[in-house]
C-alpha cells in the first residue's frame, strides 16, 4: 500500500532520518493560515506540495514554490482539487485532495538518492545510494547503472555501520554528513524491517550548505500482509487514491484492478485472470479490469461482482471464466444464475467453465432463460465476447 | 517416479481442525495421502477423521515419525508454525496459507535454507504425484498419473494447464505449485533441477507470470542444465506496470519483471514459449514428438 | 550490575510482563501515606519488601504482610534501617533505605519460576522454567534437575511462539495461562536482548484463581559493557548497595572488591590480582580485598589505590605484586615512592615487581628510604606480608 | 612452527591512529611484524609510520591483500570493527578492546563461525609468535623462540607464566591470550587442537580462571584428543561467588564455575594442574622429563 509523502515523512521521523516540519492542509483556509504561521515564524521561504500517490509531482505542476501570501493564494487555489496527470497517475490522473506546506528556506548543495528495496532474486533488503539524486531512478539505473550503489543487507545482522559509512564515503561524502548518511541509512533500514515496507524512497536526500542532510521527498510502500503487526498503519490508507470500484471489490475481498478496455472480466484465480486477459488482448480486445473472484466464488461473491463490473460505464460486454476445482462448476452456474437474476445485466454476457462439473454448469446456464452465450473454450469466449463488444460499438 | 512427494510420504496437518484444514484433510486422506497426525496446540489428545492430533509439531514428529508437514493456519500464526515444523524435523513443509508478509518469509527461508528443510509455498495450492498421493488442495480428478513434470506460481491457472496435459492423453509425474508470493520456499530452479533428475519425468511445463526474475533465472537453468523439453507459459503479458495482480508476487516494479522480457529469455533459452494458454497441450505433445 | 526489584519490575511492565504495581517509599512518612492511599483504594492486603540486592529477604525479615495501618506502621519501623543478613548480602549484612509497598489481595494458587541467562558454554541466551517455583533455583537445579525445562534460544530468530507455548504446555499450564506464558516468556527474552540483561529471574512468577499470571517477584543484571547502548539504564544504580571503597574505587576506574580478609593487595591485572590472592591463601592469610590497578599502573592511581586499602581497617598489611610489560617496574617504583610519600602508610608493605625493568625498580625501592620490604618473587612476598599481618596482631 | 599466526603474517591495524593503537603499533613493527596497513574512518590516504592508512577494511585489504587484523577501537565501535573485518576478507581478527557487551559477542561469534572467521579476543593482549611476529599488546622481552604452547584468559598472569618459561630454559611456540570475557571468540578447545596438530609444539600451559566451564571444556578435550602434557594453573581459588573479579567472564555465577571444579576437572583428564603460580616452570620442566 502506498502512502503520501507527509505520511512517509512522519514515520521516517520516529526512525531518526533526517527530515524538515511539515504540515498538511486540505482545504484553503487551512492552507492559507498554515501559510500565514509558517512566514510568522520567520520562514521566508516553502514549497506546497501536491499530496497524492504518485511521482513527477513538480513536472505536473503539483509543486509550487511560495515567497509571500499571494504565491500561497494563487498556489493553493490552483492546486487544491486540480486533477494531476502524468504518466505515472494514468490517463485518468488523480484529484488532489491534500497539500503538504514545508519550509524551503535552506539551500541545497547536493541532491542524492537513497532507496530500499526487497531484492526478490537475493532475497534480502537491498539499500540503493546514488549521488546524482533528483532524477528518475529507473531511468538512471538504466543509462547510467554504475552511478547506482548497491548493498544487500544480511537482515540477522541489519545493516551495518561500516557498510553504511562506505556508501556515504564512496558517495563522496565527509565530515559531518558521513554522520548524517549513516543515520539516515540505518533508519531507513530500520523502519524498512520494523514497519515491514516494501519500498522507501528517498529522492532527493538533499544535502545544504552546513553539510546537514534531509529527506527532500519520500516515497513508501507498506506490505498489506503486515497489518496484523502493525494495525496503526493501516490507517494511513487514503482512499481517496482509489477508484471507487477498487474499494467496493477490497470491501468484498475481491481483486479488482481497474484498466481502461472495455471488456470486463470475472475469473477465479489471479494467473488464470491475467491469463483470460491475455487472450481478450490476442482477439484484439481491451480488458476493463482485472478481477479475482477468489477460490469460494459462491453467489455473494458473484453477485458483488457483477454489480462492480455492471457499475463501470466503459465496460461493454462481459467475460466470465471459471476453473471449477474444488468449487463445482455447477454451484457456479447456480450462482451466476441467481446473481444475474438480481442485477439488471444490460451488456452482453459470455461464460466459459471448465474443470469439475463443467457440462453440467454449462447445462443450467443455457437452460437458465438468461440472455448469455457460454463457449467450450477460452479462445471461443474471448474471441466472442470482443466481437460483442465491437457489435454494441457499432450497433 | 516422482519428485518430493509420493506414497511414502507421512503426512502432518498443521491447522487440522479448522474450516479448511479439515475440508482438504479429507480430501487428501481420500485421494490416498497418508495423514499420521494433525497439530493443534490446545487440542492434543482427540481425533478427528481418525486422525490424532497432537498439541505441538515435536509431539506429532516424535510419535508418527512423519516426514512431510502442510500448513493451513492463518497468516498470523503461519510463520511460527513454519518454524515449528522445522524444528521438529520434518523435511518438507507445504504451506497453503496466503498473505504471510514478505520480510518474515525472508527470514524463515534464510533459517530453513541453513537447516535443509524445503518448504513448497507460501500462497500455493500445494503439491501432487498423481495416483499417489495430494499434498495441497488442487481438484484431485483433473490429475492422471504420467510423466509430465509441472511447475507453477498459480493455482486455477495450473489446474487448467493440467486438464490440458490430462485431455491429451499424458499424465504428470509430479505437479507442483510453487506459490504467488514474492518469496516463495521453492523456486522454479529447485523444481526444475528435480525433474531433470528424475527419471520419471520426461518434459516439465512451468507456468510463470509477471513480477521478479525468477523465470529468468529458470530460463538460465534450462540453457545451461536441462536436456529434457521444457514448455513455458507466462500470464500477464496485458498487465499494467505498478498494480499487483491479485497475487502479491505479480507486480511489474521499477520496470521490471514483464511478461515480454520472461518470454525473451525463455525463448533464447530453449524453452518453448506458448503464447495463448489454449495451446499448451498441443505444444507439449510437439516438443515430446522430437 | 544488580538492580532493585522494583526497577526490574518497571523494566519488566514496558516488555509486557505482567506485573503488580507497586510504589516505592524511603521513609516511614511516604511508606504510610502510601499504604494509607492503597487501603483508601479497596486494597485489603499487601507486602512491604524491603529493597537490596539479595535474595531470600523473606526468611531474613525482610518482607512483611499488611492487613492494618497499624501492621504498616509496625513493618515499616523494623524493615526501613535495619540491617538484613544471610548468606547472600554477606556477614555485614546490607542496610534497608528503600521499600517497596504491593498489592496483594490475589490469591496464588501456583508459583512458577522463570529465568533467562547466557549460557556460556552453548553461547546462548538460555530461558530456564520450572513449575516448581517459589524455591532456590540452584538449589532444584542440584536436587531435582528434571524439573527445570530449558530452551536455548537463536539470537537471530529469537523465542518464537511455538517454543514459548511448549514450555507452557509441559509446565502443565492450560487455556488462557499459556498465553499468560507466552507473553511472559517473549516479554522477558525481549528485555534481556534489548536492555543487555545479563540475567533475569522471575522467581515466583505466579498463577492466580482466574488463571492470570504475575511476577511476584523480579531479579535482574544489567551488563555494564552495554551502558553506552542504554545510558538510561545507568540511572538505576543504587550507591547505597556497594560499599564507600568500592564505589570510591569504580571512580578511579580501579577493579576493587571488599573480601573479609586481613592481606590488602595491589595487584596490575585481573589474573594475577587472583593468583596472588590465591598465594597469600597459601600461605595461611587471608585476602583484604581484590585490587586490579590495570593497565597503566601509573602514581595517580597507585596513590588512590593507596589510600582505598588503608582506609580499611580490617588490613593489617599491604602487598603489592606488579609485573612490568609496556609498564615499566622503575616507573611504577617511582609511583609506588611517590603514593607512599603522599599517603601515611601506617602498616607494613611488602613490594614484588617482576618483568621489565623490576631490578631498577626494586633497587629504587630499597634507596628510597621508606618503610617498606621488596621481595624477589611471588611465594616470598606472600609469605613475608602474611608474617607481617601476624605480628601486627601480636605486637 | 606455530599456530595461527607466523613472520608471513600480513596485519591490518584497525584504530592505528588512537593513542593505544599508534602505541602498540609501533612495538609490533620493532618486533618484526608486518603490518601492512591501518583503518581510521575519515583518514584514508595518510601515513603513519611509513604505515598507508585508508577508510576502510575493504579497501586496506584489496590494496595490501592482509590476512589479519587487530583492533584497539573503542567498545562502542568494536563491534563494528570486527564484523568490517570478517567481510573485508581478513581471515583472523585480534580484538584487543574491552568492554564490548556479551550478547553484541554472542551475535559476533555466531557470524563469524558461519563465514568461517576466527576472533581472537575481544578483552585480551592479542597473540605472539616469539621470534616472528606479535599481533598484540603484550612486553616482547620476555618471550623466546621455542616449543611451549601457551594459552590463557588472562594478561599480566600470563605474563609471569612466559616468563618462567622462558627463565628455566624454553621458549614458546606461540602464546595466545583468548581474553577474559565470558564468550571469547576462540577458547580454550580450540587452540588446544591447534598445539596439538603443530609439530613445533612439544607441550601446552594453560592458564584458567573461574567462571564458565570453559576450562572443563578443555579438560574433555585434552582427555581425549591430546597425546602432548598439558600442564594446567587456574586463578582464582580464592575468590568469592557472585563477585566479579575484574575480568567480566571471572565470576562464579550459580554456584558454578569455581576452581575446585576446574581443577578436580583437569586432574582426572591428565592434565599436569599447579597449585601455585611460582610452580608453573618447574612443573613443565618435569612433564617434558617424561
Given at each position: 500500500?502506498?502512502?503520501?509523502?507527509?505520511?512517509?515523512?512522519n514515520?521516517?521521523?520516529?526512525?531518526?532520518?533526517?527530515v524538515?516540519?511539515?504540515?498538511?492542509?486540505?482545504s484553503?483556509?487551512?492552507?492559507?493560515?498554515?501559510?500565514q504561521?509558517?512566514?510568522?515564524?520567520?520562514?521566508k521561504?516553502?514549497?506546497?506540495?501536491?499530496?497524492?500517490?504518485?511521482g513527477?509531482?513538480?513536472?505536473?505542476?503539483g509543486?509550487?514554490?511560495?515567497r509571500?501570501?499571494?504565491?500561497?493564494?494563487?498556489a493553493?487555489?490552483?492546486?487544491?482539487?486540480?486533477?494531476?496527470?502524468?504518466?505515472?497517475?494514468?490517463?485518468e490522473?488523480?484529484?488532489v485532495?491534500?497539500?503538504?506546506i514545508?519550509?524551503?528556506d535552506?539551500?541545497?548543495v547536493?541532491?542524492?538518492?537513497a532507496?530500499?528495496?526487497?531484492?526478490?532474486?537475493?532475497?534480502l533488503?537491498?539499500?540503493?545510494?546514488?549521488?546524482?539524486?533528483?532524477?528518475?531512478?529507473e531511468?538512471l539505473?538504466?543509462?547510467?547503472?554504475?552511478?547506482?550503489?548497491?548493498?544487500?543487507i544480511?537482515?540477522?545482522?541489519?545493516?551495518?555501520?561500516?557498510?553504511?559509512?562506505?556508501?556515504?564515503?564512496d558517495?563522496g561524502?565527509?565530515?559531518?554528513?558521513v554522520?548524517?548518511?549513516?543515520?539516515?541509512?540505518?533508519?531507513m533500514?530500520?523502519?524498512?524491517?520494523n514497519?515491514?515496507?516494501?519500498?522507501?524512497?528517498?529522492?532527493?536526500?538533499?544535502?545544504?550548505?552546513?553539510?546537514?542532510?534531509?529527506?527532500?521527498?519520500?516515497?513508501?510502500?507498506?506490505?498489506?500482509?503486515?497489518?496484523?503487526?502493525?494495525?496503526?498503519?493501516?490507517?494511513?490508507?487514503?482512499?481517496?487514491?482509489e477508484s471507487?470500484?477498487?474499494?467496493?471489490?477490497a470491501?468484498?475481498?475481491?481483486n479488482?484492478?481497474?484498466?481502461?478496455?472495455?471488456i470486463?472480466?470475472?475469473?477465479?484465480?489471479?494467473?488464470?485472470?491475467?491469463?483470460?486477459?491475455?487472450?481478450?488482448?490476442?482477439?484484439?480486445?481491451?480488458?476493463?479490469?482485472?478481477l479475482d473472484?477468489?477460490?469460494?466464488?459462491?453467489?455473494?461473491?458473484?453477485?458483488?461482482?457483477?454489480?462492480?463490473?455492471?457499475?463501470?460505464?466503459s465496460?461493454?460486454?462481459?467475460?466470465?471464466?471459471?476453473?471449477?476445482?474444488?468449487?463445482r462448476?455447477d454451484?457456479?452456474?447456480?450462482?451466476?444464475i441467481r446473481a444475474a437474476?438480481?442485477?439488471?445485466?444490460?451488456?452482453?454476457?459470455?461464460?466459459r467453465?471448465?474443470?469439475?462439473?463443467a457440462a453440467?454448469g454449462?447445462?443450467?446456464?443455457?437452460?437458465?432463460?438468461?440472455?448469455?452465450e457460454?463457449?467450450?473454450?477460452?479462445?471461443?469466449?474471448?474471441e466472442?465476447?470482443?466481437?460483442?463488444?465491437?457489435?454494441?460499438?457499432?450497433? | 517416479?516422482?519428485?518430493?512427494?509420493?506414497?511414502?510420504?507421512?503426512v502432518?496437518?498443521?491447522g487440522?481442525?479448522g474450516?479448511?484444514?479439515?475440508?482438504?484433510?479429507e480430501?487428501?486422506?481420500k485421494?490416498?495421502?497418508?495423514?499420521?497426525?494433525?497439530?493443534?496446540?490446545?487440542?492434543?489428545?482427540?481425533?478427528?477423521?481418525?486422525?490424532?492430533?497432537?498439541?505441538?509439531?515435536?509431539?506429532?514428529?516424535?510419535?508418527?515419525d512423519?516426514?512431510?508437514?502442510?500448513i493451513?493456519?492463518?497468516?498470523?500464526?503461519?510463520t511460527?508454525?513454519?518454524?515449528?515444523?522445522?524444528?521438529s524435523?520434518?523435511t518438507?513443509?507445504?504451506?497453503?496459507?496466503?498473505?504471510?508478509?514478505?520480510?518474515?518469509?525472508?527470514?524463515?527461508?534464510?533459517?530453513?535454507?541453513?537447516?535443509?528443510?524445503?518448504?513448497?509455498?507460501?500462497?500455493c495450492?500445494?503439491?501432487?504425484?498423481?495416483?499417489?498421493?495430494?499434498?495441497?488442495?488442487?481438484?484431485?480428478?483433473?490429475?492422471?498419473?504420467g510423466?509430465?513434470?509441472?511447475?507453477?506460481?498459480?493455482?486455477t491457472?495450473?489446474?487448467?494447464?493440467?486438464?490440458?496435459?490430462?485431455?491429451?492423453?499424458l499424465?504428470?509425474?509430479?505437479a507442483?505449485?510453487?506459490?504467488g508470493?514474492?518469496?516463495?520456499?521453492?523456486?522454479?530452479?529447485?523444481?526444475?533441477?528435480?525433474f531433470?533428475?528424475?527419471?520419471?519425468?520426461?518434459?516439465?511445463?512451468?507456468?510463470?507470470e509477471?513480477?521478479?526474475?525468477?523465470?529468468?533465472?529458470a530460463?538460465?537453468?534450462?540453457h545451461d542444465?536441462?536436456?529434457?523439453?521444457?514448455?513455458?507459459?507466462?500470464?500477464?503479458?496485458?498487465a499494467?506496470?505498478?498494480k499487483?495482480?491479485?497475487?502479491a508476487g505479480?507486480?511489474?516494479a521499477?520496470?521490471?519483471?514483464?511478461?515480454?522480457?520472461?518470454?525473451?529469455?525463455m525463448?533464447?533459452?530453449?524453452?518453448?514459449?506458448v503464447?495463448?494458454?489454449?495451446?499448451?497441450?498441443?505444444?507439449?505433445?510437439?516438443?515430446?514428438?522430437?
Amino acid at each position: 500500500m502506498k502512502i503520501h509523502e507527509y505520511q512517509a515523512k512522519n514515520l521516517m521521523k520516529q526512525f531518526g532520518i533526517p527530515v524538515m516540519d511539515s504540515r498538511v492542509a486540505e482545504s484553503m483556509d487551512d492552507g492559507i493560515a498554515i501559510v500565514q504561521d509558517m512566514f510568522d515564524s520567520g520562514i521566508k521561504r516553502m514549497f506546497i506540495k501536491a499530496q497524492i500517490h504518485a511521482g513527477g509531482r513538480g513536472k505536473a505542476g503539483g509543486i509550487a514554490e511560495i515567497r509571500s501570501m499571494d504565491d500561497a493564494v494563487k498556489a493553493l487555489n490552483r492546486i487544491l482539487g486540480m486533477r494531476l496527470v502524468n504518466n505515472q497517475t494514468g490517463p485518468e490522473g488523480k484529484i488532489v485532495h491534500k497539500v503538504m506546506i514545508v519550509e524551503a528556506d535552506r539551500a541545497i548543495v547536493q541532491e542524492l538518492y537513497a532507496g530500499i528495496i526487497l531484492d526478490r532474486e537475493h532475497e534480502l533488503p537491498l539499500l540503493l545510494v546514488s549521488a546524482k539524486g533528483g532524477v528518475d531512478i529507473e531511468e538512471l539505473a538504466v543509462k547510467h547503472p554504475e552511478a547506482i550503489l548497491r548493498q544487500s543487507i544480511d537482515p540477522w545482522l541489519g545493516l551495518m555501520d561500516f557498510q553504511a559509512r562506505n556508501l556515504a564515503v564512496d558517495l563522496g561524502l565527509t565530515g559531518k554528513t558521513v554522520d548524517f548518511a549513516i543515520r539516515t541509512f540505518t533508519g531507513m533500514y530500520h523502519m524498512f524491517m520494523n514497519l515491514d515496507c516494501s519500498q522507501i524512497e528517498i529522492n532527493p536526500l538533499a544535502i545544504d550548505p552546513d553539510s546537514n542532510m534531509f529527506a527532500l521527498d519520500a516515497k513508501v510502500a507498506l506490505d498489506e500482509s503486515a497489518f496484523f503487526k502493525h494495525p496503526e498503519l493501516k490507517l494511513l490508507h487514503d482512499p481517496l487514491e482509489e477508484s471507487p470500484l477498487e474499494i467496493w471489490a477490497a470491501k468484498n475481498k475481491l481483486n479488482y484492478v481497474k484498466l481502461d478496455g472495455e471488456i470486463g472480466c470475472m475469473v477465479n484465480g489471479a494467473g488464470l485472470a491475467m491469463a483470460t486477459m491475455d487472450t481478450i488482448n490476442h482477439f484484439r480486445g481491451k480488458p476493463a479490469n482485472f478481477l479475482d473472484v477468489g477460490g469460494g466464488a459462491n453467489t455473494e461473491t458473484i453477485t458483488e461482482a457483477f454489480k462492480i463490473l455492471l457499475s463501470d460505464n466503459s465496460v461493454r460486454a462481459v467475460l466470465i471464466n471459471i476453473f471449477g476445482g474444488i468449487v463445482r462448476c455447477d454451484r457456479v452456474a447456480e450462482g451466476i444464475i441467481r446473481a444475474a437474476q438480481d442485477s439488471a445485466i444490460d451488456r452482453p454476457l459470455v461464460i466459459r467453465l471448465a474443470g469439475t462439473n463443467a457440462a453440467q454448469g454449462m447445462d443450467l446456464l443455457r437452460r437458465s432463460g438468461l440472455s448469455l452465450e457460454t463457449a467450450c473454450c477460452l479462445d471461443e469466449a474471448a474471441e466472442r465476447v470482443v466481437a460483442l463488444a465491437n457489435e454494441g460499438v457499432n450497433r | 517416479m516422482s519428485i518430493l512427494v509420493s506414497r511414502d510420504s507421512k503426512v502432518i496437518v498443521q491447522g487440522i481442525t479448522g474450516r479448511e484444514g479439515t475440508f482438504h484433510t479429507e480430501s487428501m486422506k481420500k485421494y490416498g495421502t497418508r495423514i499420521v497426525a494433525g497439530v493443534t496446540p490446545g487440542k492434543g489428545g482427540t481425533r478427528i477423521m481418525d486422525i490424532p492430533i497432537f498439541d505441538s509439531m515435536k509431539k506429532a514428529v516424535q510419535t508418527t515419525d512423519a516426514d512431510t508437514s502442510i500448513i493451513f493456519v492463518p497468516p498470523r500464526f503461519a510463520t511460527d508454525a513454519i518454524f515449528e515444523a522445522a524444528d521438529s524435523g520434518i523435511t518438507l513443509i507445504v504451506c497453503i496459507t496466503e498473505g504471510i508478509p514478505a520480510i518474515d518469509m525472508m527470514k524463515v527461508k534464510k533459517h530453513l535454507k541453513s537447516i535443509g528443510v524445503r518448504l513448497i509455498g507460501p500462497n500455493c495450492p500445494g503439491l501432487i504425484t498423481p495416483g499417489e498421493c495430494k499434498i495441497g488442495i488442487m481438484p484431485s480428478p483433473i490429475h492422471r498419473p504420467g510423466r509430465v513434470g509441472v511447475v507453477s506460481r498459480s493455482g486455477t491457472l495450473t489446474y487448467e494447464v493440467i486438464s490440458q496435459i490430462t485431455e491429451v492423453g499424458l499424465g504428470q509425474s509430479t505437479a507442483v505449485g510453487i506459490g504467488g508470493d514474492p518469496i516463495p520456499g521453492t523456486d522454479f530452479v529447485d523444481c526444475l533441477e528435480l525433474f531433470q533428475n528424475d527419471p520419471g519425468t520426461d518434459a516439465v511445463v512451468l507456468i510463470g507470470e509477471i513480477g521478479g526474475n525468477s523465470e529468468e533465472r529458470a530460463a538460465m537453468f534450462v540453457h545451461d542444465h536441462m536436456s529434457k523439453p521444457v514448455i513455458g507459459f507466462i500470464a500477464g503479458k496485458t498487465a499494467p506496470p505498478g498494480k499487483r495482480m491479485g497475487h502479491a508476487g505479480a507486480i511489474i516494479a521499477g520496470g521490471k519483471g514483464t511478461a515480454s522480457e520472461k518470454i525473451k529469455a525463455m525463448e533464447s533459452a530453449g524453452v518453448h514459449v506458448v503464447s495463448r494458454l489454449s495451446e499448451v497441450g498441443k505444444t507439449l505433445l510437439r516438443s515430446l514428438d522430437h
